[in-house]
């Protein structure tokens, strides 16, 4: 996994340089003042390469017809040249070949897409991986169906006792519905931002790219199976620039020194290859960067695109900024942040100026009059030890027949943010906070995040609380709602409270639990614990039994250096009982608040909805498990669950081939979406596929995701605190959807934290060792996932140099995803060259 003369590189393994064939190559093509493009045949007119847009008004009419379709494009960052939008019918994506097909989209927007004719769709072989018919996802998952199962290991070689420990962020209490790309939590993040050896004379690769066979379509169409063909489209109009048009790369001269251009343009190459180069003036590059071109050979700079012509392969750019060093966090850090449109400035003075500028600041005497005061109650948070933003506490108290009354207890960040305030305009663009593995960019400022709202221990907070009557068994008999003053008893880390649960009857030493206020002793705060962790196993069991769904993923955290900030050590977070207590909570809280709103508001609701699988990814799974004799029941999501729950062992290697199965399952699920209920007339539509319930929203988290705070103003209208918010269903809508692609953009950015993080670590650290398991074999490759860290790797069969293609040494346990016993690894090679690949030719394995 490292190597002497190794950079960090941020472009996929085995990906070339260039766009596809059917543009031609880089450097070769029309491009600004360049007079020698011009088309001999039509004199003083560039020659277009790209399809002019259709006009608003026919594309409107297509939508309406059914002749046109629109979709977000997902270009694959393995294989650029291929791109997708998901089927409106939930059948396999509608493929886009090529460039001059994607007619200047960029991945993430929204466009528009004609289908072509039928002989030009594409021809799946029927020995191709299925992942190579499919984009690869980016999808933002419902975190109930991730958490991890496999027992935590240390890398052999790390200090023991690191300078800080940099906790996984589950989205703190928000495990029931935040997202991990359970597909691959790291598929464009170790494999973007992954260590390898700098490919030098491969820079300027400008050599067309040979186009899959299996993308051209034979004229023998009549004999192919339906099975066999994937529709295929063209970009003819983009709804929304949803991408940010910004791109982190490098800078280099032009190749052709005599050329007009040169003069006046370098040319600046992106690390994410679904961008295209770009032409910056050379008025924007650094002054010496024509003389001395070398010395910025390894600066990241960040540039922004300004136009695309549809007479050039290129786009045009301004030069942004200088980032630094390549394969340095900070740089890199921000290079992520500004490529996914985050904004991570300072808040200005107009929106500072929106808080309560006399501090201390204490609640105003009116508030107790309007409040239920709870402050004498036995209240606590339960969080990472390293949060700073508490917005959920919770309560216990044991009732005299024995039920008990549990309160979530939620901070009230809508009192000190006004509606249409700049406060308010602020935390509705930036939609949620952004966790990174050294840091937090916050929705609000930290006066809000961190002081005024969050909820530390012995001060007195304005909440808002649902309270239930429950059983033992956790069965509702009463329910309150309404907005409160708490003061916490304590702070505890989900540390904490899982030695609390696991002490059932021992005391725990004073020294070995935070500071408990006066009022209320350390065993009273232990049997709350052990009240609710009751509770929660009930709440748990009943869900799982109503049909609920959770496929079980690895997270990673990272150990970092008090100093350097630099990763000392990663291990796979563990998901224990006091996340899963606090899960529980958040999740009867948000059902409750979206069955209250969704009752007084019907029109009104923003809600969270995730639709069940994909059809044909669904249907293409089951056959697989058939093909293997798997007896997995995918009719339903619970159904699901009880097959996964059932199917395997608990040994090691049973874990593994669960952890495969679990990774193809992910696959065919889509995102979960905020939306306004008013705007959706099918109610059907309005289910949690995951959680299988009819209504769910997010009321737990306000401090940092914005949908949560119109939440809390709706709940607030409607136990008649305040007006109805001013926002007609169509206008909730498109602030509903600005915060899915908020979201979307914060999972993205989390997971390239995270991978160039591991990047780094193993960069540093030299070669890791770790046990695999073969997830899929392609024609040139096969892809595995190093059990360790949870992370998936492609390893190219390019005869002896497959190993350190991969940059990683693997055992692999198995050369069949899910059958079999443990073979080595001489084993794998000779299964791989049964008819897949050879590894004896010497050919050169194309990166797919």
Partial sequence: MSHPDCRLNLRPLGTPRGVSSVVGPHGVGASPGDKKAKSKSVRGKKKSIFETYMSKEDVSEGLKRGTLIQGVLRINPKKFHEAFIPSPDGDRDIFIDGVVARNRALNGDLVVVKLLPEEQWKVIKPESNDKETEGTDELDLPKELCGSHLPQQSVKGYNDSPDVIIEAQFDDSDSEDGHGNTQNVLVDGVQKLSVCVH????EDADAPITKDESTSMSQDTRVLSEKSLQRSAKVVYILDKKHSRAATGFLKLLADKNSELFRKYALFSPSDHRVPRIYVPLKDCPQDFVTRPKDYANTLFICRIVDWKEDSNFALGHLAKSLGQAGEIEPE????????????????????????????????????SKRRDLRKDCIFTIDPSTARDLDDALSCKPLADGNFEVGVHIAD??????????LDKVAAERATSVYLVQKVVPMLPRLLCEELCSLHPMTDKLTFSVIWTLTPEGKILGEWFGRTIIRSCTKLSYEHAQSMIESLTKK???????????EHTSE?????????HGIAKELRKQRFVDGALRLDQLKLAFTLDHETGLPQGCHIYEYRDSNKLVEEFMLLANMAVAH??????????????????????LNDLMEFCDQMGLPMDFSSAGALNKSLTKTFGDDKYSLARKEVLTNMCSRPMQMALYFCSGTLRDQAQFRHYALNVPLYTHFTSPIRRFADVLVHRLLAATLGYREL??????????QADHCNDRRMASKRVQELSTGLFFAILVKESGPLESEAMVLGVLNQAFDVLVLRYGVQKRVYC?????ASTAHCAFTCVSPNPLLGSPPSLSAIWGFLAQGHTSVEDGSTAQGP
């Fill in 199 to 202: 490919d030098k004379g491969k």
């Fill in 333 to 368: 850090t921000e290079g992520i942040l500004t490529e996914y449109g985050v904004d991570f400035s300072d808040f200005s003075s107009e929106v500072l100026d929106c808080l309560p500028q006399g501090l201390p600041w204490t609640i105003p005497p009116e508030e107790f």
């Fill in 413 to 422: 960040v809508s009192y000190f943010v006004p509606e249409g305030s700049p």
């Fill in 508 to 518: 725990i030493p004073e020294k070995e639990l935070p500071p408990i206020s006066p």
């Fill in 524 to 532: 009273e705060v232990h049997q709350a614990v052990l009240n609710l």
């Fill in 596 to 617: 209250k709103t969704y009752r007084a508001f019907p029109e009104r609701a923003l809600l969270r909805r995730h639709p069940p699988p994909q059809t044909k990814m």
């Fill in 725 to 734: 918010p001013d926002l007609e269903p169509d206008a909730l809508q498109k």
């Fill in 798 to 802: 390019n005869t002896h140099r497959a």
